[in-house]
């Protein structure tokens, strides 16, 4: 079954400390992006990338970056951990349809805990 | 940019009752709105959505729907299930074309009580 994946699943670091979550689809879906979950905030946009060259901020891309390694691949790095990054994190793709983004596939999520 | 409102953040019904989740958006040129359930410990779905040429959508015993003068839509469940028991997310596509991105308001949680 075609399926979105992250690794890890979870995992607690401390300040300071640079982290990356990996995710990896074999839906095929040139769209990926990364969200964050916190209670009563909702799921907020970090980064999305449309193809292999493309990046673009979200919602609230300071103090993360990512990578899009492949198609296939899309990364989220943490450069240096601080406490308000704990969070739920999901990776999701897409495959756009006329002139929406499409359904999202989100991944199992990522929780991580910054002490 | 996009912003996207949700309320209640919290409703709790008895079983067979209807419920209503309301979300408002600030960008008149969304097009595309979906609604999302995610379960607890799991991951999010997607349940129903709607376009923006399209007032009313339904799918068994949920309908949303769209009133895009007053940028608001809602999402209905009716007789409603222990199993509906979820958070629930709306949101707005936006952004031209096909180069958007998709916002979210802030999630319900939904209590079904037997």
């Known amino acids: 079954d075609a399926d979105v994946t992250q690794t890890p699943r979870n995992r607690i670091t401390k300040t300071g400390k640079r982290i990356m979550l990996e995710c990896s689809q074999t839906k095929g879906h040139d769209r990926m992006y990364w969200y964050r979950q916190d209670p009563g905030l909702g799921l907020r946009l970090i980064y999305y990338s449309f193809d292999v060259k493309d990046i673009n901020k979200g919602e609230i891309s300071d103090g993360y970056s990512v990578s899009r390694q492949a198609q296939a691949k899309f990364s989220l790095s943490l450069e240096s951990a601080i406490p308000n990054q704990t969070a739920l994190y999901f990776c999701?793709?897409?495959?756009?349809?006329?002139?929406?983004?499409?359904?999202?596939?989100f991944g199992e999520g990522s929780r991580l805990t910054v002490l | 940019g996009e912003n996207v409102e949700q309320h209640p953040s919290t409703l709790s019904v008895q079983e067979g009752d209807s419920a209503v989740i309301k979300c408002t958006y600030s960008d008149s040129a969304s097009n595309y709105f979906p609604w999302y359930k995610q379960e607890l410990g799991k991951r999010p779905q997607l349940i129903i959505d709607i376009r923006s040429n399209v007032g009313e959508k339904k799918d068994q015993r949920i309908a949303v729907t769209l009133n895009k003068t007053a940028k608001h839509f809602s999402l209905h469940i009716t007789e409603t299930q222990p199993e509906d028991s979820a958070v629930y997310f709306c949101?707005?596509?936006?952004?031209?074309?096909?180069?958007?991105?998709?916002?979210f308001g802030q999630g319900t949680t939904l209590q079904v009580k037997p």
């Open positions: 949101a707005a596509y936006a952004g031209s074309g096909n180069t958007g991105k998709l916002i």
């Open positions: 999701a793709t897409s495959d756009p349809t006329g002139r929406s983004t499409g359904e999202l596939f």
